[in-house]
Nanobody, 119 residues
Framework: QVQLVELGGGVVQPGGSLRLSCASSGRTFAVMGWYRQAPGKQRELVAGILVFGNTNYADSVKGRFTISRDNTKNTVYLQMNSLKSEDTAVYYC???????????????WGQGIQVTVSS
C-alpha cells in the first residue's frame, strides 16, 4: 500500500513560515496535494498540484502558500508564509486522480501533521 510521510509541522507565531514536505512510497499520481482540518470544521483543500505543474489553491491561502512537487522523488512541498491563527489545523498530504485536485476524492492520505499558529 502507498505510504505518505509528512514532515515540517510545528508551532509558529503569526506572520511566520513553515515548510511541509510529503514523500510517497508509491507511483507518481496525477495529483498531489494538501488538505487541512481545523477543530470544528470540515476537511478542506489547501492546495493541489498536477504532474505538469498546474496548481489550485484555496482562496484563503492564495498569495501566502506555495505548493510544488518533485516527480522524481514522489515528493510534494507546501511553503507557508505569513501564517495566521486561522491556518491552525492538522494538515494532510494526499494523492489521487483529478478529483483530488479540486477538493474531491483522494486515493491515499498521510497521517496528518499539526500546524499551530499562536502568540
Amino acid at each position: 500500500q502507498v505510504q505518505l510521510v509528512e514532515l515540517g509541522g510545528g508551532v509558529v507565531q503569526p506572520g511566520g513560515s513553515l515548510r511541509l514536505s510529503c514523500a510517497s512510497s508509491g507511483r507518481t499520481f496525477a495529483v498531489m496535494g494538501w488538505y487541512r482540518q481545523a477543530p470544528g470544521k470540515q476537511r478542506e483543500l489547501v492546495a493541489g498540484i498536477l504532474v505538469f505543474g498546474n496548481t489550485n489553491y484555496a482562496d484563503s491561502v492564495k498569495g501566502r502558500f506555495t505548493i510544488s512537487r518533485d516527480n522524481t522523488k514522489n515528493t510534494v512541498y507546501l511553503q507557508m508564509n505569513s501564517l495566521k491563527s486561522e491556518d491552525t489545523a492538522v494538515y494532510y498530504c494526499a494523492q489521487g486522480g483529478g478529483g483530488c485536485f479540486s477538493g474531491g476524492k483522494c486515493d491515499y492520505w498521510g497521517q496528518g501533521i499539526q500546524v499551530t499558529v499562536s502568540s
